[in-house]
């Protein structure tokens, strides 16, 4: 693991937290978004394994898909975890109503979590 990858598992690891912080008072709408966050930095440092690096979101999900898991090398579900995650995100960023819930913004964390420790265990 390289030094821009550590930067950005702790960025990850940050942004989980705050997700964490923001959900437990009832922000659920940005808790999504730094849940998503957490998943893209971690999906950047995955790339950057492959020695990839893209400057839009959407370039980073649609690499995710086409160099880790369609090579087998990360499961799928991460990728489809990413890519609800960005749905959701969008929904609480830029929709005047996303009706989010905590629940919601759980589920997103738990699944952020799922992934960091994949990549903290993938990547060393």
Request: aromatic residues 12%.
């Amino acid at each position: 693991m390289n030094d821009e990858q550590k930067y950005l598992l702790i960025k990850a690891e940050r942004s989980l937290n705050a997700a964490k912080e923001l959900n437990s008072k009832n922000y659920p709408e940005f808790a999504t978004s730094r849940a998503y966050y957490a998943m893209f930095y971690i999906a950047e440092a995955l790339l950057l394994n492959e020695n990839l690096s893209f400057s839009s979101h959407a370039a980073v999900i649609s690499a995710l898909g086409k160099y880790l898991v369609k090579t087998n090398k990360i499961p799928i579900r991460y990728h489809r975890y990413l890519i609800d995650a960005q749905d959701q995100r969008n929904r609480g960023d830029y929709d005047v109503n996303p009706n989010l819930t905590k629940e919601d913004a759980d589920k997103l964390i738990v699944q952020a979590e799922e992934i960091l420790d994949f990549a903290n265990q993938y990547l060393s």
